[in-house]
């Protein structure tokens, strides 16, 4: 496992690297790797910004996802970080786009609504609200290269409490050595 993609998160398919059952992909930072073709869809409504009002940011360490506004089945549960595209809002409900093309409902509830083509600000003490998230994964299965609350890698407590606080930062370990500016080693006498 070279990292976990998140719910919904946009990948572009590589020409000619396929194996059987899987797809070759290109994360938007950049990472090749390989994802069950199972888990991949060619319909992309549920990604394009400018056919949706808001979009949806979870913020907690996940969010259910129902097939109505209230007393639904569950569709699926998604993990922090995850960006959901909204269509209709309500008294505390929002019509989230799935892919596939279908849709689900989503409280508002630990989640940041945002207009479609927005991002997050940071908070205005960032070094609190990012210790504050990477708390939330304090007794998490530690996961090999793991970005969910099922399982996470020190990399991925890291991408996933910057995310949610309007920092972007690499979502591996190697990435996140280069990221940064030096800080000066010294010794006071």
């Known amino acids: 496992r070279l990292t976990q993609v998140l719910f919904n998160e946009p ?27 199972d888990d991949l ?3 992309r409504t549920s990604v394009e910004p400018a056919t949706f009002i808001y979009k949806a940011v979870v913020v907690n360490g996940s969010k259910r996802v ?10 699926v549960e998604v993990m922090m970080g995850t960006e959901l595209y909204i269509d209709y809002r309500g008294a505390g409900v929002s019509r989230v786009a799935l892919p596939g093309g279908t849709s689900g409902w989503i409280s508002d509830d630990g989640v940041v609504i945002l207009p479609a083509d ?3 600000q940071q908070p205005h003490d960032l070094r609190q609200a990012f210790c504050n998230t990477a708390l939330s994964f304090l007794q998490v299965t530690y996961l090999e290269n793991g970005q969910t609350i099922r399982g996470i890698s020190p990399a991925g407590i890291t991408r996933l409490s910057a995310q ?15 990221a940064g500016k030096p800080v000066p ?4 006498k």
């Open 41 to 43: 869809t060619m319909e």
């Open 164 to 178: 949610v606080n309007g920092l972007q930062v690499p979502r591996t370990l190697s990435g996140l050595e280069k």
């Open 118 to 120: 927005g991002e997050l």
């Open 66 to 75: 129902m097939s109505h506004a209230r007393q639904g089945a569950l569709i």
């Open 11 to 37: 990948v572009q398919l590589r020409q000619g690297a396929d194996m059987p059952g899987f797809r070759a992909v290109r994360l938007h930072d950049g990472l090749n790797g390989y994802m069950m073709a």
């Open 185 to 188: 080693f010294m010794i006071s």
